[in-house]
């Protein structure tokens, strides 16, 4: 594990050397105490897709922007990350997850996320925004849940704060509250013929989300391939940090590389992302989502260069973003309680 930190801090001190910061800037420990000034803080808890790996847990970034704090995305693993990241009061005080669409490594972990912090201290419902589809999803988690929540409430578990709220929401704005300006938009990751590239006749919908808090902006590609008419060209742009997902082709022509190689048609590679980066021109953009897994910074960087010479990073886990005044690139501190018994997370 010592070797996973220090590699992340001799990257972190890369990257700010390359954004000019200094160290001393990145130094990061918890959520940030500068909102009146509009900051937004992302923490990258896990950078990969559906194919497991070492070093990259299922897709979740959590954002924090002054009072407000949210999972973008739930996959595989990332209980276990919030955990690591925040201890148990992020465990029990988180209470929102956006969802971007319905694959399963995007919220596989939600009913993990909901329970654990339900039983552990949280009393107030799991609250999730998602695409179509959402609603139905969340009923069946419950439904799956019913024999172990039935249990619970035999035995005398407080019950409160138990259920998942689900909301189908549809581009547009979702959220305008205490400076917080949630917007969802339609990306491109819906199903379509690889060769005609035709869209396949397929039910619901695949979402990005724009974030804006007190002047600053991120944006969250959410799955998606690129196309000229991509709704990331006009959310996007001029955004202070641009999240996107990105697939470089396997080589060869194994089973392995061609089934990864499927999914290229409903992905971007570095050079289409380039393109988007080129377009929008946010201030840092950053890799995540990436596939594959073990797939490096330097070859993604070294594949957008040609098309997009401005600010590129690729994210990892535990990788922090502090949006302010100016960009600021650290590594989260492990922070919170880990002790359950000294955590004061129970609530009456
Ligand atoms: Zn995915
Ligand atoms: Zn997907």
């Keep these: 594990m010592k070797n996973v930190w220090q590699r992340m801090r001799w990257l972190a001190v890369c990257l700010m050397i390359v954004c000019g910061m200094t160290a001393a800037q990145a130094s990061d420990s918890g959520p940030s105490t500068q909102d009146e000034q509009g900051v937004i803080k992302l923490t990258f808890l896990g950078t990969g897709a559906p194919r497991p790996s070492e070093k990259r847990s299922g897709p979740a970034i959590l ?9 973008v995305d739930a996959g595989s ?21 956006l969802i971007t669409h319905l694959h399963y490594d995007h919220m596989i972990d939600v009913p993990d996320i909901a329970m654990t912090g339900w039983m552990y201290g949280r009393r107030v419902p799991m609250t999730v925004y998602g695409p179509k589809g959402t609603k139905d999803m969340s009923r069946h988690f419950m439904k799956a849940l019913q024999w172990d929540l039935d249990m619970r409430r035999l035995v005398g578990i407080p019950m409160e704060g138990s259920n998942i709220v689900a909301h189908d929401i549809k581009p547009g704005v979702i959220l305008d509250k205490d400076g917080l300006k949630i917007t969802a938009f339609e990306v491109e990751h819906m ?11 397929f039910y619901g919908q695949t979402l990005g989300f724009r974030v804006d808090y007190k002047g600053r902006s991120v944006v969250f590609s959410g799955d998606t391939r690129s196309t000229p008419k991509s709704q990331l060209l006009v959310h996007g742009k ?7 997902e ?4 396997s080589p060869g022509d194994s089973k392995e590389a061609k089934l990864a190689n499927m999914s290229l048609s409903v992905h971007t590679t570095p050079a289409q992302a380039g393109y988007i980066f080129q ?11 990436i596939i594959p897994p073990d797939t490096t910074g330097e070859q993604l960087v070294a594949e957008t260069k040609p098309y997009y010479q401005g600010p590129v990073t690729t994210a990892e886990d535990f990788m922090t973003i502090t949006i ?9 501190a492990r922070s919170g309680t880990h002790v359950f018994e000294k955590s004061s997370v129970v609530k009456d």
Excluded: C, N
């Design 191 to 201: 199903p379509i013929d690889a060769e005609t590239e035709e869209p396949l006749p």
């Design 77 to 97: 693993g990332a209980r276990e990350q919030m955990f690591r990241s925040g201890g148990w009061e992020l465990i029990t005080g988180l209470d929102t997850i």
């Design 246 to 249: 990105v697939q470089v082709p």
């Design 279 to 289: 377009q929008t021109k946010p201030r840092m953009a950053v890799y995540s989502h």
């Design 324 to 332: 302010g005044a100016g960009i600021v690139i650290g590594e989260q």
């Design 238 to 244: 001029d955004v202070d940090v641009m999240v996107h």
């Design 63 to 71: 954002v924090e922007a002054g009072p407000h704090r949210f999972l």
